[in-house]
C-alpha cells in the first residue's frame, strides 16, 4: 500500500510532550475547544502522548460503574427497531498533508492558503475561531527571529508544526509542544533554517513587555 | 415487530443459563473469535433460565471480559441479542454518568440512547488490543456530554490509517483487558479523598491546578500495552 505522505504523520522524534494534568482534562472532555485542539494535534503526531491519553480514557471507563439510572421502559426496543436504519458510515480522516486532520476545520489542509495578519517584527498570526475559555492562534515566525519579549497570566501552550524554536536551552521541532504557565518569561527564536510556524493556545492574554507591543496588543487582540 | 436472532456458542450458554462459570485458566474454545478471554469466577444467585440473563457480579473486573464476546458479536455479526446484552448493562452507567455530569432525566435518557447507537454504528472502529468495552463506551458517552450538554467542540485527533486488526492475537486481548480490570481495581481501593477527586475531575469541572493534586492513578503498564498496541497498527500494513 503505497503512502500518500512524503513522511509519516507521526514524529519519532518529539522530546516536549502534554503534561499528565492536561492529559486527564482531555480525557474527561472538560478543556475549553481551543486545548482541545491543540492537545488533539499534538497527539496526532506523537504516539506516546495518544497512549497517554487512552489510558486517561480507561480511568473514565472505570468510573462507568453507577447502575442506579434505570432507562425507561421500552426504551431497549426503541432502539432495536431503529438498528437497521440507514446511517453514512464515518469517514476516516488521514492528512496529506503538513497540517494534522483536527486542524482542518479550523485552517483548511494548506500551509499556503492561510490568510495571515502582521503583528510586528516580521510575526505573522491567524486566530482561529473557537469557544471563549482560551485562544487558539497560528504563529509564522521568520528563520532566525524572535517572538517579541512576553510573558503571560495563566498557561500558554505552543506546538510546533513547521520549522523548530529555541527558548533557552530546549529545542523545539515539528510534534514538540512547550507548556509554559504565568511564572514564565521567555523568548522563544524560530530556528535559521526555517520559518516556524506554531499553534499557539492560551487561555488569557499575553502580556508584552515594552509600550509599544502592549499597544499592539489592543490592535490585534493578543 | 422486533425479535431477536440468537447466535449462540452452545458451550457457553448452558455454562451461563446455569449460572456457574468456573474460574481458571483460559481454556482454548472454539469461537469465530478465537480462544476467550479467561472467564470469570463463580457467580451466585438466582438463575433464570427463560431467558439469556446477566447475574449481578461484585467483581466488575471479571464482568469486563464478557462483554468484549458481545462487542465482537456486534461487531462481526450484527447480533442484536449481543447488542441488548450490552444496552441492559451499559445504557444504564451512562445515563448514570451524564446526570453526574449535571444533565436532566430526560437528557440523560436521550444521549444515553444515542450513545448506545453509536456504539453499533461504529462497531467497526473498536479494538479491544486498546480499550476494554467499558473505555470505548465511556469515550463516546464523553463526546456526546461535551456536544450536548456543553455545546462545545472537542477535536479528535487524527485517524490511525488503518482500523483495528480484524484478528488481533488474542493474548494481546486478554492482556490489554486485564490491564483495565487492573485499573478498575486500583481505582476502587484509591483512598476516598482521592477517589473523590478522580470522579470530580471527569464527571465536573475542576482547574487545572486541582487537577495536578491527582495521585495514585497507577497507568504506566497500561500505557505502555496501548502504546505496543499503537505501534503494531502503525507496522501491521506495511
Known sequence: MTDKHERPMTEATIKHHLDEATLLAYAAGTLPEAFNLIVAT????????RASAQAYDAVGGALLDDDS??????????????????????????????????????????????RWRPVGMGVK????????????????IPAGAAMPDHGHHGTEMTLVLKGAFQDDDAYFGRGDIEIADSDVQHIPVADIHEDCICLAVTDAPLRFQGILPRIWQKFVRI | MSFR???????????????????????????????????????AGPVNCSRRQRVKNDKPSS????????????RDNRDKAAFADLFEHFAPRVKGYLIKSGADGTTAEECAQDVMTTLWRKADQFDPTRA????????????????????????????????????????????LQQESAKLVSAIADLPQ???????QAYFGDLTQAEIAKITGLP????????????DRLRHAMK
Open chain 2, 193 to 199: 479523598n482521592q477517589r473523590k477527586l478522580i470522579e
Open chain 2, 63 to 74: 464482568a469486563q471480559s464478557l462483554w468484549i464476546d458481545e462487542m465482537l458479536r456486534v
Open chain 1, 42 to 49: 499534538h497527539l496526532s503526531l506523537c504516539d506516546t502522548c
Open chain 2, 5 to 43: 436472532i440468537h447466535f449462540f456458542d452452545p458451550t457457553t450458554a448452558l455454562l451461563r443459563i446455569l449460572g456457574m462459570i468456573a474460574s481458571g485458566q483460559t481454556s482454548s474454545r472454539d469461537t469465530p473469535y478465537g480462544s476467550r478471554p479467561p472467564a470469570p469466577t463463580a457467580l
Open chain 1, 69 to 114: 439510572a434505570a432507562m425507561t421502559a421500552g426504551s431497549l426496543d426503541q432502539i432495536l427497531a431503529q438498528l437497521d436504519n440507514g446511517f453514512d458510515a464515518p469517514a476516516r480522516h488521514v492528512s496529506t498533508s503538513d497540517i494534522p486532520t483536527p486542524l482542518h476545520s479550523y485552517i483548511g489542509d494548506d500551509l499556503e492558503s492561510i
Open chain 2, 132 to 175: 476494554s468495552v467499558a473505555t470505548w463506551v465511556f469515550t463516546i458517552a464523553r463526546n456526546r456530554r461535551i456536544d450536548m450538554l456543553r455545546r462545545d467542540r472537542r477535536p479528535e485527533p487524527e485517524d490511525l490509517p488503518w482500523g483495528p486488526e480484524p484478528e488481533p492475537e488474542q493474548s494481546q486481548v486478554i492482556e
Open chain 2, 219 to 230: 497507568l504506566g503498564t497500561i500505557k505502555s500495552r496501548i502504546r505496543l498496541a499503537l
Open chain 1, 125 to 140: 498570526q491567524a486566530i482561529l475561531r473557537t469557544s471563549k475559555g482560551a485562544t487558539a492562534r497560528l504563529l509564522s
